[in-house]
């Protein structure tokens, strides 16, 4: 098979030399071992070099699958995993079953899986942390760099990557959630680009939401500000058309990536796209504010219409998947304007390129996060 990913990126301080697309191995636990190795064939064979899983992915399964795929070419990949332990004890233990699950005497990336709530970074920051063994693990040659991955509210994976000297940087990278969590494309990133971080993007998909819409999503999360991008893929076909977008890729024009805003079906009428034409307020509602805090909570999947019954069974699984619930009420209880305080007198609405039908949706909120009135 063609080469096909002879462009590759530097990922930060660490490095290494990454192809634009990378492997993860969530979704191997969805199929068999010989399936797994196939789709490793597919995707060493087309250029790829950065393969990644966790050790929660069916508690060490998929690190077995991916060390079976991987026999005799480790030396092939970048080959990163994930360890959600925060003590020193249990994090030796899952590195050190990592190692032999992956059958490997090192791992190139080992990430901090998760860090989401003050509470991961308190233990990470305090005594006999998983960052106590980590670092000497890197001391030793057993981890080549070390990183952070989050989901969602990036404001805990900040505060971790200020305090201690990390090399690589996971988050999400979609057009739903670019508009929930908008502080992780506008602060996070560029900090951790500041220290030189390598970034590694994940799901382009927005956990599946955006499964009608392949092309662009692969295409617009590929346009970030990242130098790699895992997808997960569980059929040679999924994978052969990842490939064949990243193959394709050139970088988007702004009115391209407008366009995408306006017409993208997934985002509609409803999701706020924090553009910010709706202000100013003449009752200084931050409306933009609300409808990120709105995000936080349900990512703006819960718009109280009627939907067909498989869009609405995605929604309500994935609308709570970062569990941001309590941060989302806690800081829409501090805004000095709200709903309460909307004179319904339509001028946003008015201004809105998106036809967003805002005093409703400002109203849904106050439901959803305040006190407001049922809906």
């Not at 060490?60 to 699958?65: F, I, L, M, Q, R």
């Not at 590694?200 to 392949?214: C, I, N, P, Q």
């Not at 993208?264 to 924090?274: K, S």
């Not at 995605?314 to 806690?330: D, I, P, T």
Request: aromatic share 12%.
């Amino acid at each position: 098979m063609e080469v096909i990913f002879t462009k590759k990126k530097i990922l930060g301080k660490t490095g290494f030399e990454v192809s634009l697309l990378g492997l993860g191995g969530f979704h191997m636990l969805e199929i068999s071992k010989d399936d797994v190795s196939k789709l490793m064939d597919i995707y060493i064979m087309s250029g790829g070099n950065y393969v990644e899983t966790a050790a929660e992915y069916g508690d060490g399964e998929s690190e077995n699958k991916i060390a079976y795929a991987l026999k005799h070419r480790r030396n092939q990949v970048i080959l990163a995993s994930k360890c959600h332990a925060r003590d020193k004890k249990n994090a030796q233990y899952f590195v050190e079953r990592t190692l032999k699950n992956l059958n490997t005497d090192h791992l190139d990336i080992l990430f901090l899986h998760h860090v989401t709530t003050e509470e991961d970074v308190e233990a990470l920051l305090g005594n006999d942390s998983a960052l106590d063994y980590l670092f000497q693990a890197k001391k030793e040659g057993i981890i080549r760099a070390l990183g952070v991955s989050f989901h969602g509210l990036g404001n805990y994976a900040l505060k971790l990557i200020k305090a201690v000297d990390l090399d690589v940087l996971m988050t999400g990278f979609n057009y739903l959630d670019i508009f929930n969590f908008p502080s992780t494309y506008k602060e996070v990133i560029p900090f951790a680009r500041s220290k030189n971080m390598g970034i590694v993007g994940m799901k382009a998909f927005a956990d599946g939401y955006l499964y009608r819409s392949t092309y662009d999503a692969l295409n617009y999360a590929l346009n970030q500000n990242l130098d790699v991008m895992v997808v997960g893929a569980n059929s040679e076909e999924m994978l052969r058309k990842d490939i064949q977008i990243a193959e394709n890729f050139k970088p988007l024009l702004k009115k391209s990536i407008e366009n995408l805003y306006y017409r993208a079906p997934e985002l509609g009428n409803y999701v706020c796209r924090q553009c910010g034409k709706c202000l100013p307020c003449p009752e200084d509602i931050e409306i933009m504010k609300v409808f990120e805090y709105e995000g936080w909570y349900d990512r703006q999947m819960r718009d109280y219409q009627p939907h067909e019954a498989p869009d609405y069974a995605l929604r309500e699984r994935l609308a709570f998947w970062f569990g941001n619930q309590n941060e989302a009420k806690m800081s829409y209880s501090k805004l000095n304007k709200t709903f309460k305080d909307c004179t319904e007198c339509g001028i946003c609405e008015e201004r809105c390129p998106y036809d967003i039908p805002i005093i409703r949706k400002l109203k849904l909120v106050d439901y959803k996060l305040g006190k407001g009135e049922i809906y």
